[in-house]
């Protein structure tokens, strides 16, 4: 049926309404990030020392709510933890079975991979509520969030320095492309804020379950068959009721309910960096950074200080 002049200028008029409508929605689904921000002074001797450590482990403190009859709100809790990388710039290891993101951002904010269950989790989300509760539905539903502080400090030996991250931890979840959850909603503006484009023209293929995901496949079939153990803590002569869980196993999906259900990352965003260099009594130095924002033309600023060791 040919249309008449009325309804071809009706469907140009559609036509043209509908493009910038389009144009608006593929701008909305790249993520916005700080472009133009510059890479921190301490970032590339900071990489160059862990890529030199045999295991890239350092200690990770967060703050745990203490008891109401407690005279302290709150008591530090550290432990041994694996540093997975810059977030969105994983290193894939060459058996890692998943999709990788495209290289389109860079960062300086930490990575490392835990249990959902674990206490970490539920400090980093308490110490940043300040009505130092957590949402109930925290564990069964929503994930991502947090903002909690926390501090990292690696011991790289071969350049005999130490290093101390100070700043806030957020969770990345199976939930973070939930438009519907304030915490990964949250976890996606703190953590993309962090986010420096290196790649504009590929910012819209970036996907932050995809990167979610890629961690996951970065992990043994073994220590993804971690999160299927038993819940972390809870006394072995408790019977499990849930029968999916048990020690030893090896998970090869990638998506699998349970273990994908358990597996989170969390990104610790720097605010304040120390470097001490301990290569002799007479040679040793001290760094401080500090991250003091962004000017109004959204270039990030670090103040670096030099202290006496």
């Not at 745990?64 to 302290?72: N, T």
């Not at 290569?279 to 130095?285: D, L, M, S």
Request: proline residues 5%; neutral net charge; charged residues 25%.
């Amino acid at each position: 049926m040919a249309l008449s002049s009325h309804d071809k200028e009706h469907s140009a008029s559609q036509h043209s309404e509908i493009i910038p409508r389009l144009q608006s929605l593929s701008r909305t689904l790249c993520y916005s990030s700080t472009s133009n921000m510059s890479p921190a002074p301490w970032r590339g001797e900071f990489l160059s020392h862990i890529s030199k450590m045999s295991s890239q482990e350092f200690v990770f403190s967060s703050l745990h709510l203490a008891s109401p009859a407690s005279s302290i709100p709150y008591y530090p809790r550290a432990r041994t933890c694996i540093f997975r990388g810059m977030w969105a710039e994983l290193v894939a290891h060459r058996l890692n079975p998943a999709e990788l993101n495209v290289k389109a951002y860079e960062s300086e904010m930490l990575t490392m991979t835990t249990d959902a269950r674990m206490e970490k989790l539920n400090e980093i989300i308490s110490s940043a509520n300040e009505n130092n509760e957590i949402d109930g539905t925290h564990q069964k539903k929503n994930i991502s969030g947090g903002g909690g502080p926390v501090e990292a400090v690696f011991w790289a030996k071969d350049s005999q320095t130490q290093w101390r991250i100070k700043g806030k931890a957020f969770v990345v979840g199976k939930d973070i492309e939930d438009e519907n959850a304030a915490g990964a909603k949250l976890a996606r503006e703190e953590i993309g804020n962090g986010m420096r484009v290196v790649e504009t023209d590929k910012t819209c293929k970036w996907s932050w379950a995809r990167e979610l995901t890629a961690h996951f496949g970065n992990l043994s079939p073994s220590m993804r068959g971690t999160f299927k153990n038993p819940f972390p803590g809870t006394p072995i002569t408790c019977p499990i009721e849930d029968k999916r869980l048990w020690l030893g196993q090896d998970v090869y999906d990638l998506n699998d309910s349970v273990a994908r259900e358990n597996f989170c990352t969390i990104v610790i965003k720097p605010e304040e960096v120390e470097q001490l260099s301990l290569k002799g009594p007479k040679t040793a130095r001290r760094w401080k950074y500090s991250y003091v924002g962004a000017e109004k033309n959204d270039t990030g600023n670090w103040k670096t200080e030099e202290l006496w060791p």
